[in-house]
Nanobody, 118 residues
Framework: QVQLVESGGGLVQAGGSLKLSCAASGRTFSLDAMGWFRQAPGKEREFVASISSTGGATFADSVSGRFTMSRDADKNTASLEVNSLTPEDTAVYYC????????????WGQGTQVTVSS
């Protein structure tokens, strides 16, 4: 099994930035892609970004150009830098990981709250 723990969320003013981190432990050698999702109050969880084992990153249109994602395979961590935040970015942000290059994510963290004030 793999355990994922997010950190770095908080309260920030519009236009501000945060760096979210995800630490993986357990059978991390089995992981391929890692991703970030978010769920705003009253809304469904949505994809934010993902990064493959080779470092290729993909972003949702709503965050492209504002968010960046990186991964440190040696430290088993993944980070999401969120910039130019707006109140619409307020959500619980979840880290996820999967064994395969594509398909459903197998492991999920508990989430970290990001709140953006106007």
């Amino acid at each position: 099994q793999v355990q994922l723990v997010e950190s770095g969320g908080g309260l920030v003013q519009a236009g501000g930035s945060l760096k979210l981190s995800c630490a993986a432990s357990g059978r991390t050698f089995s992981l391929d892609a890692m991703g970030w999702f978010r769920q705003a109050p009253g809304k469904e969880r949505e994809f934010v970004a993902s990064i493959s084992s080779t470092g290729g990153a993909t972003f949702a249109d709503s965050v492209s150009g504002r968010f960046t994602m990186s991964r440190d395979a040696d430290k088993n961590t993944a980070s999401l830098e969120v910039n130019s935040l707006t109140p619409e970015d307020t959500a619980v942000y979840y880290c996820a990981a999967r064994r395969l290059t594509q398909g459903e994510y197998d492991f999920w963290g508990q989430g970290t709250q990001v709140t953006v004030s106007s």
